[in-house]
């Protein structure tokens, strides 16, 4: 993974703060336009919204910070890192706060850069090969998006490396200091959906689609599934979905594949939905909407596996059709599985068994 001493010059600068919390994850936010920082700092829990609140107006006492072990430091962006962003966005100078990535093997540090109050657009860092071929991939799903007219998504404007080896991948923003996060399913979730499905919906045979390839994948890696997840049940639920669909021409769409409240924001009553890494652009309609709901029950309500299964069989839950939730769970499942590249071990083991557990119900 890309650190901080990759892009960032400690010998001088201006005043950061360093602070994490306690799933390992790291932010460094400037003291000077701190408000307009934090909104790259998106948390779940009571304690990390009150630390948003909080901080921008009380980071000169030295108590508080102590309190959420928030770290000093003096810094500035590397003289060719700073050289391309103003090029890029044409201006002269700018602010940045630094997300340090989730810790996993596709970790990668998210600079959001600002002037004053207004956010210019978000970049990306990785000495990873594997995670620029993510770059790459997401700036060619956004150009494909656009050019099929999908509006309230960013435009791609930069991707390549830098000299000491960093990749980078630059986009555009139309997040405000007023922009707000949306927790709850509603009418703008739907809209954006049904425009994706509308701009970009195909008909092809189900062995052509991208998530035929996704589940087919992990068909033959079930060896690499932790312990936490019985292989069998995944086996069988692959096979079922393929015994229904192989042979047959189908509707697919584009699918965003990671549509959570963290992925998107509103202004006024628009949505903007960012963070395409993962997207595809031959999925079955409406997984998208399963990953929110499975995301915010976990990460927000803090649900296990019994209050999701319950949550099915209530009348609440009567939207679910069992067989596209099990087409989520498997595409969900390959993809965390591929990306640890059968080395699923420590925190990234546990989503494994509730998935296992409701998909189980599911089949």
Sequence with gaps: MTTLNNILDFTGGDIFYRFGNADDKYWVVPAIGMHTAMHLYQPSGIKGKMVKSLLPCLHWIAPVRKAIKAKKINCRLSDELRSLLCKVFGVQDFGFAIFEGTPSVHQKITMQLSRGKRILGYCKLSDSND?????????????????????????????????????????????????????????????????LHEKTKTQLPFEDSDYYKTIDLLGQHLDWLPQEIDSNTVNTAITAIKKKFCGKEIELCACHCDFTPWNMFANGKELFVFDFEYAAMTFPAGLDRYHFFTQTAVFEKLWGADEIISYID???????????????????????????????????????HLWGKVLEVLI
């Design 131 to 195: 995670i620029k071929s993510l770059f790459e991939k997401e700036s060619h799903v956004l150009d494909e998006l656009c050019r099929k007219g999908v509006t309230n998504i960013p435009k791609a404007l930069y991707c390549g490396t830098l000299s000491n080896g960093t990749h980078i991948f630059v986009q555009s923003t139309e997040k405000r200091a007023s922009s707000k996060v949306i927790h709850e399913w509603g009418a703008m979730q739907e809209e954006f959906l049904s425009l």
């Design 314 to 352: 209530s009348d609440a839950g009567k939207w679910i059709h069992r067989d596209v939730y099990a087409m989520y769970l498997l595409d969900v499942i390959s993809r965390f599985t591929m990306r640890e590249g059968g080395k699923v071990t420590g925190g990234a083991t546990k989503p494994f």
